[in-house]
């Protein structure tokens, strides 16, 4: 991606230029580190150093990619920040959310206006990253994987590590040719690749001979399709149809690298590759990207996406249980989260892996995060499954807070005021909530319904 539209933004400027912000891991864990924004406008570096043995010191530094940031949270808006906020005050602390698994990075400045500037900097990059053209897209793939494996941070890799690299990225190759292809790459002739010249010795050794076959066979040249041989490419090969002309009309100005190409309505072998790996060229159907199922079943009908023990960011017995848990499922659009409710010591229900030496959080905090985020990835209802081990007086308060937090969202009378014979369609604009009941006294379960 070219930086150049955007690195005279004055808040990615900020973030060029570099800041001591601290990063916060708990009450008991708060450490300063240097962040810096590298020139490719597309990856933040970090490091920090600490006390050797005698006089050395020690020095850690790391990267990460802004296309592997999801979303940015201003304030105290995670867990660890809002332990901390007496000491912190909101207009200074920001987090890092990341997509899938990996921890948030909480983060506090020195001046508001620091915060401030790293927040939108860093939105402003995510929605940059997010209106890539599919070639930037996969350049900035390969370019992540290349940080990533850059274990050293020197820029550079020797044929042994690319080798190490290639087996992380699921490339199978012959070992002389890719040494004949890093060779070619290598123009500086120093024996390793730097970051551009890896991407191109990827390209390099990932082309796909099937996909020249099929450009040359279209190609009357074998240099670039016109417009009528990528028309015709169009309607006997995609079964386009009758919009095969006016599609290669608009393929050619979306994916087509060159200028000077677009111009004489003419396709390179660059350009069909582009189009092939982007969801144009998806052999999955369109229309199957929005809702194009009958929803009207009962709940029962139809396989839901579930999460077991869902408060869990670890393992089952030593683990975290989060908030963060419950966010990181419902908006990769999970549609059964559990909750495990055990008696708390000051009179408020908890959840956690009983009988391990997991973490503790509040059920009202569950419940007020998942009010917030249940419908965030969908429009469909959330079923809680309630694991219930507290006595009476806690099953009152928890009956308080679905009650409160929940509000009008909970389902107090009987649909059309009659006793259902099966669950509510997916469609009924309510959630459901299946709570398996369990005594404290170990009795054998009963199970009962929840709407809300």
């Not at 539209?5 to 601290?22: C, H, Q, T």
Request: glycine fraction near 6%.
């Amino acid at each position: 991606m070219d930086p150049g539209d955007i690195e005279d933004d004055p808040d990615v400027k900020v973030m060029m230029a570099g800041s001591i912000l601290k990063k916060v891991k708990s009450r008991s864990w708060k450490k300063q580190r240097h962040f810096r924004l590298l020139e490719d406008a597309m990856t933040i570096w970090y490091k920090s150093r600490w006390p050797g043995k005698g006089h050395s010191t020690c020095e850690y530094q790391s990267v990460f990619s802004i296309s592997d940031v999801e979303a940015v949270r201003e304030g105290h808006q995670s867990e660890v920040l809002q332990s901390t906020a007496e000491e912190f005050p909101a207009e200074l602390c920001f987090t890092l959310v990341f997509h899938g698994r990996q921890g948030n990075l909480d983060l506090v400045a020195k001046t508001p206006e620091e915060a401030k500037a790293w927040i939108e900097g860093v939105r402003k990059l995510i929605h940059k990253a997010q209106t890539m053209d599919e070639k930037e897209r996969q350049d900035q793939w390969v370019r992540d994987w290349f940080l990533k494996a850059d274990k050293n941070k020197d820029g550079k890799m020797n044929f042994k590590e690319v080798q190490t690299l290639l087996k992380m990225m699921n490339v199978e190759m012959n070992e002389d040719h890719a040494l004949h292809l890093f060779t070619r790459a290598d123009k500086s002739e120093s024996g390793s690749l730097e970051i551009e010249q890896f991407v191109h010795f990827y390209k390099m050794l990932t082309q796909r001979d099937e996909v020249r076959k099929v450009f040359k066979d279209y190609s009357g040249d074998g240099e670039n399709l016109l417009l009528e041989e990528l028309e015709t490419f169009l309607s006997v090969e995609q079964h386009e149809g009758g919009q095969s002309y006016q599609l290669a009309k608009m393929l050619i100005d979306r994916y087509e690298p060159s200028e000077s190409a677009k111009k004489q309505r003419i396709m390179s072998l660059d350009g069909f590759q582009s189009y092939l790996c982007s969801q144009e060229g998806s052999i999955f159907k369109p229309k199957h990207l929005d809702l194009h199922q009958d929803m009207s079943q009962p709940l029962s009908h139809y396989f839901i996406s579930s999460s077991h023990n869902t408060y869990l960011l670890e393992d089952q017995i030593l683990g975290q249980s989060s908030l963060e848990a419950y966010i990181k499922a419902l908006k990769r659009g999970c549609r059964c989260v559990e909750v495990d409710c055990w008696d708390g010591s000051d009179g408020e229900p908890i959840v956690y892996h009983g009988h391990t030496w997991t973490s503790r959080i509040l059920f009202r905090d569950v419940i007020s995060t998942l009010k917030e985020y249940a419908f965030k990835a969908s429009d469909f209802p959330v079923i809680l499954s309630i694991e219930n081990h507290c006595g009476v007086e806690q099953q009152t308060v928890m009956a308080q807070h679905l009650s409160k937090i929940l509000g009008d969202t909970l389902l107090t009378t009987l649909l059309d005021g009659q006793v259902p014979q099966q669950l509510p369609s997916p469609q009924v604009t309510i959630c459901l909530g299946f709570v398996h009941i369990y005594t404290s006294e170990g009795e054998a379960p009963r199970d009962s319904f929840l709407f809300f």
